[in-house]
């Protein structure tokens, strides 16, 4: 079966730093991957997402903090961040845009979410 699995969400204090992965189990290889996170009482919202070449797109809020990569030998994406605000809590979700696997592909995948807190 074919899933996003998250790691590394937590509890951290303003300025600090965590870093999220998520790997695609069962693929063999993701098309553009992305993380969105969605806080209390608000809309998901993408917050990187990167091509499978290494392009990456990142939102205002975000720029200059945060870094997505990837490891395609790993089907895996990685977030991290820096000089976390409170601002920035929320549930991160990891996404696949198609997660190839032996004989087929699934479309938009989505992860369970790992929680990120920042207190202030």
């Known amino acids: 079966q074919v899933q996003l699995v998250e790691s590394g969400g937590g509890y951290v204090q303003a300025g600090g730093s965590l870093r999220l992965s998520c790997a695609a189990s069962g693929g063999i290889f993701s098309t553009i991957m992305g993380w969105y996170r969605q806080a209390p009482g608000k809309q998901r919202e993408l917050v990187a997402s990167?091509?499978?070449?290494?392009?990456?797109n990142y939102a205002d809020s975000v720029k200059g903090r945060f870094t997505i990569s990837r490891d395609n030998a790993k089907n895996s994406v990685y977030l991290q961040m820096n000089s976390l605000k409170p601002e920035d809590t929320a549930v991160y979700y990891c996404?696949?845009?198609?997660?190839?696997?032996?004989?087929?592909?699934?479309?938009?995948?989505w992860g369970q979410g790992t929680r990120v807190t920042v207190s202030s």
């Open positions: 996404n696949a845009d198609r997660i190839f696997f032996m004989g087929g592909f699934k479309y938009d995948c």
């Open positions: 990167i091509t499978s070449g290494g392009g990456a």
